[in-house]
């Protein structure tokens, strides 16, 4: 494959992958507002909401630098690996961060507290989007197969939603299913990394993981 035809895969798989993360919820939507009522939806969409605050914290912009380091040292095993573990201890570090902050949230507050189950369940989105290494795959010029994997598991999601959703008092599955979904995609991209070249493991470095 020619490097203009990669560029062009690369590009219309990544535009297939953004563009299913917003088309398909917008799919369930007019279901969930059905099926669970204006209430309990209110309630779901306020917590993927909330929710999103941590996922924009443990982003912290990798989809960015991440992304360019590491299709700049691509061809670097050592230097890759460096990259690759520094931002995902990075990520981790900044989920457990995030997940003690919401506890302080949801048990601070009694409107919080009232619904525990549901952010908890909820904040699977976050370990799904730490998991999930998009910044690696766009960096190595890899996306086409990830995206299909990750777009067919937020197919089964979204066909999961019409299948176990029926009233009112599902709304904690409704999160679950659409929490897991991401969840799914992240372990599936964990799964394929070394089909793109093998990693050396490295353990946590607080150094790398600052620099980073």
């Not at 203009?4 to 219309?12: E, H, K, M, V, W």
């Not at 914290?57 to 590491?70: E, K, M, Q, W």
């Not at 700049?72 to 573990?85: A, G, K, L, P």
Request: net charge positive.
């Amino acid at each position: 494959m020619t490097k203009g035809n990669s560029l062009r895969d690369n590009i219309i798989s990544l535009f297939l992958l953004q563009g299913a993360n917003y088309v398909l919820p917008l799919i369930t939507i007019p279901y969930l507002v059905r099926v669970l009522g204006p209430e309990k939806f209110g309630l779901l969409a306020f917590s993927q909401a909330f929710i999103q605050y941590f996922v924009l914290l443990t982003d912290y912009g990798f989809n960015l630098s991440a992304t360019r380091l590491i299709s700049i040292h691509r061809d670097d095993i050592n230097r890759r690996s460096q990259i690759f573990w520094s931002t995902v201890w990075t990520k981790v570090g900044l989920m457990v961060l995030s997940f003690l902050i919401m506890m302080v949230v949801v048990f601070a507050f009694q409107r919080f507290r009232s619904e525990w189950q549901l952010y908890f369940i909820s904040f699977l989105m976050v370990a799904g989007n730490v998991l999930f290494p998009v910044w690696y795959f766009q960096g190595m010029e890899q996306m086409k197969f990830i995206s299909a994997l990750n777009i067919s598991a937020r197919i089964i999601s979204v066909a999961a939603i019409f299948l176990l959703v029926h009233k009112e008092g599902d709304y904690l599955i409704a999160a679950a299913i659409q929490a897991s979904g991401m969840a799914v995609g992240g372990l599936l991209g964990i799964y394929f990394i070394p089909k793109l070249g093998s990693l050396q493991f490295l353990g946590p470095s607080l150094l790398f993981c600052w620099r980073q």
